[in-house]
């Protein structure tokens, strides 16, 4: 009997020091960080060349009204305090966007692409999986633009759900956005306003919709994207960028 008691004893330390390994943050992220990653989507490495900033943007990208309970979302009003946290914080040299989504509310997106257009500090985008609709503004919006070559990114008008007045100055309204979003990206890319048009009124790609789905060869091609690269590629291009701005 005190033999058995002893080799429960000994499994029983063992699962528990097995549990608190498992509680343990794996190698390189610490709890502080871990806590910043579940509460914003965010993290700031530090023990590197540089601080930089790792902002996310994935989902959709909610606005004023609140999305639907189970959707994946950005929210605008926890992006905004964190850029001018991190304009303002010292310590941080940079920042990479990090893009996964599918779009959202205009307004919010284009609110997000205007102060992250606006810093001072380095910035760097990186398109991963989708960078669609509001989300090629926030792409474009950074120094330098990466997209992986698998990832995809969808041009087309601007639209609205819900009751919509026949009106002509809904149509007016709706041409005013869109020369807002059409001249953010122009003049924060190399691509030109006539392309941009063709693609965003194009009929013959989309099933139920107009506009077009452009590759990462082909968002580079038109001067969209600045160039096709991994993580480490948007990595050590800020890296340089920091250098430079040192």
């Given at each position: ?137 926030l792409a474009v ?50 691509v030109k306003a ?53």
């Amino acid at each position: 009997m005190i033999f058995y008691r002893r080799v429960i004893t000994m499994l029983s330390k063992k699962d528990k020091n097995k549990n608190e390994a498992s509680d343990k943050p794996c190698t390189g992220v610490s709890n502080e960080q871990l806590e910043q990653i579940e509460k914003t989507g965010s993290v700031t490495p530090k023990g590197s060349k540089y601080v930089i900033h790792c902002l996310t943007v994935a989902g959709e990208i909610e606005g004023h009204i609140q999305l639907p309970q189970g959707t994946k979302a950005t929210r605008y009003e926890h992006i905004i305090p964190q850029l001018v946290a991190i304009e303002e914080d010292p310590e941080v040299d940079g920042m990479l966007v990090v893009l996964n989504t599918v779009g959202g509310d205009v307004e919010a997106g284009l609110a997000l692409a205007e102060l992250i257009s606006g810093m001072s500090k380095p910035t760097v985008s990186l398109v991963l999986g989708g960078g669609h609709s509001i989300g090629v503004p926030l792409a474009v919006a950074a120094d330098k633009s990466f997209i992986v070559p698998s990832a995809t990114m969808t041009i087309h008008p601007v639209r609205t759900n819900g009751l919509v007045l026949g009106v002509p100055q809904t149509l007016n309204y709706f041409e005013k956005m869109q020369e807002r979003i059409t001249g953010f990206i122009t003049s924060n890319s190399s691509v030109k306003a006539e392309k941009l048009y063709e693609l965003m009124m194009n009929t013959g790609e989309l099933a139920t919709d107009m506009g077009t789905v452009l590759c990462g060869d082909d968002a580079v091609k038109i001067g969209l994207i600045h160039r096709v690269g991994s993580l480490s590629d948007a990595i050590d291009c800020l890296y340089e960028l920091i250098e430079q701005n040192k």
